[in-house]
Each structure stands twice: as C-alpha cells, then as structure tokens.
C-alpha cells in the first residue's frame, strides 16, 4: 500500500491514510525491530531518500 508514502515521522499505522489505499509496487530493506512504550515495530530502510521518515528510515 501506497500509504507509507505519506508517513513522515514516527510509527507508522496502515491504513491511517484514506487517500492513499492503492496497491503500489515499492522495495524497503528490514533492518531491525523493537518494542517502544509496548508497541512492537520493524525499523526499515526506504528507497524514498533522506526526506522520507526520519532520515530516509
């Protein structure tokens, strides 16, 4: 789904953007997981660049 696309910080929640539910063909690099205040989450390398997320993560 295209709506990673518009997360620009922080944990990411599918599905929080309505206006981006499409399929979309995309690659991201797993490079860690972890818990923060009892949410678990993946940390991944986007192809988006340095302005996408925190950093290009």
Known sequence: LLSCKFNLAG?????TFPE????????AKLIG?????GEEYWLYMNTWGRE???GGL
Do not use: T
Request: charged share 15%; net charge negative; aromatic share 24%.
């Open 33 to 37: 997981w972890g818990v923060s205040d």
């Open 11 to 15: 944990v990411y929640h599918p599905f």
């Open 20 to 27: 981006a539910q499409e399929l979309y063909g995309h690659c």
């Open 52 to 54: 996408w997320g925190e």
